[in-house]
């Protein structure tokens, strides 16, 4: 082997050498600081069980025919129950209507906004006027009970069935004052 064949594999040996060296060392330290058998400090710690208790337990229950079901009470999801919606307590149904501006940001402007499905969009006259000639009942008639038309589809209340009709009407005369 020549002279500067002999001294590169010389350099090269020894700098795989320290290489293996330091992750030898690396492997050693990290080792000495998760000491203890892997996963101990997680059964050891209350808050740690409770988490892990939740992220596994079953996401639903079965009620059987002759057995004890009482423990299988029907929670209602949390969410935001509109005013008059099911589920809604009368007392706060007529303490707290809706905002018109409320329900067409959370029903309408899906579609009225961007003019998706047909939608006229809101504020457009071009596009208002043919529906606001043709009367506000006609208007509360087809976002109350859903209208196809040769452009487009309405669902029923906007696709929102826990709407009441008169929310859908308020939305409705909302979506009119923002064009005239």
């Not at 594999?9 to 690396?26: C, D, E, K, R």
């Not at 409770?50 to 079953?58: C, G, L, N, T």
């Not at 009942?137 to 859903?146: N, P």
């Amino acid at each position: 082997m020549a002279k500067p064949d002999r001294h590169f594999m010389n350099v090269f040996s020894a700098v795989l050498g320290i290489l293996i060296a330091i992750s030898l060392v690396l492997i050693g330290i990290s080792r000495f600081a998760d000491s203890g058998p892997k996963g101990a400090r997680d059964t050891s710690d209350p808050l740690m069980q409770a988490q892990a208790h939740e992220r596994i337990k079953p996401f639903g229950q079965v009620a059987v025919a002759g057995e004890d079901n009482a423990g299988l009470a029907i929670e209602a999801p949390a969410r935001a129950v509109p005013a008059g919606g099911p589920g809604a307590p009368a007392a706060s149904a007529a303490a707290k209507p809706m905002d018109p501006k409320m329900i067409y940001d959370t029903a309408c402007m899906a579609c009225h906004g961007m003019g998706i499905a047909g939608a006229p969009k809101t504020g457009d006259r071009g596009a208002w006027n043919p529906r606001i000639a043709a009367g506000t009942a006609t208007l509360y008639k087809h976002a109350i009970e859903g209208f196809q038309g040769s452009v487009g589809f309405m669902p029923a209340k906007g696709g929102r069935a826990d709407l009441s009709d008169d929310a859908v009407k308020a939305a409705v005369d909302y979506m009119i004052a923002q064009v005239k």
